[in-house]
């Protein structure tokens, strides 16, 4: 059984420019969530996925904005980087939106903004 | 709104010693609570959940917390700490009935002392 997957591991960006983040689930798993952890902090949720719709956001703007497709594989892009978008990314995938079901985390994309 | 805090952002304990994690939570509802481990360069890795019944829950790698209503914690214990046990440790709380987002601690980093 494949775990969760993402791409890249790392990413250098410059402020201003936008980024695309790609997570693949685990098989059977139709939920997505994503999570930003910033140095030295605990992941703080940006939004969820499940069956394609986007189910719940945490306290992040609007440029940061997500897909799932029909393999329940996702996306998270993100505009307008800013400094303070440095940090590790994470996804997660689970077997349903949830909250008893567990979720199975990626190693995570470290993302940089110079 | 729930929230995690993690008393104790670093901690040492000698190799074969007792390894204690602290964790409080606030939730206007009875919470999931769970503990993650995150080993450097990797994603989550979850050690144990509780969600109902027995209060005293056991993980893997011979970790177990117990949740305690009346105080609102939720700490981490091991009897005997090994040296690969050395990583960061995150406490998490969700909402029962709610999405599956989870709200983290900032993290208690464990360093073990040969």
């Known amino acids: 059984e494949t775990g969760v997957t993402q791409s890249p591991t790392h990413l250098i960006k410059t402020r201003g420019q936008q980024v695309t983040l790609r997570c693949s689930s685990q098989s059977g798993h139709n939920t997505v969530s994503w999570y930003q952890q910033a140095l030295g902090q605990g992941p703080q949720f940006i939004f969820q996925y499940y069956r394609e719709e986007e189910n719940g956001r945490g306290n992040f703007p609007p440029r940061f904005s997500g897909l799932q497709f029909p393999n329940y594989s996702s996306e998270l892009n993100v505009n307008a980087l800013e400094l303070d978008d440095s940090a590790l990314y994470l996804c997660?995938?689970?077997?349903?939106?949830?909250?008893?079901?567990?979720?199975?985390f990626g190693p995570g994309t470290r993302l940089t903004v110079t | 709104a729930q929230s995690v805090t993690q008393l104790g952002s670093h901690v040492s304990v000698s190799e074969g010693a007792l390894v204690l994690l602290r964790c409080n939570y606030s939730?206007?509802?009875?919470?999931?609570l769970f503990w993650y481990v995150q080993y450097p360069n990797q994603g989550l890795q979850l050690l144990l959940k509780?969600?109902?019944?027995?209060?005293l829950v056991k993980g893997i790698n011979g970790f177990e917390a117990e949740f305690k209503k009346s105080e609102t914690s939720f700490h981490l214990t091991k009897p005997s700490a090994h040296m690969s046990d050395a990583a960061e440790y995150f406490c998490a709380v969700s909402d029962p009935g709610g999405n599956e987002k989870l709200t983290f601690g900032t993290g208690t980093r464990l360093t073990i002392i040969p």
């Open positions: 939730s206007s509802v009875p919470p999931y």
């Open positions: 509780y969600t109902t019944g027995a209060t």
């Open positions: 997660a995938s689970s077997l349903g939106p949830g909250s008893e079901y567990e979720q199975y």
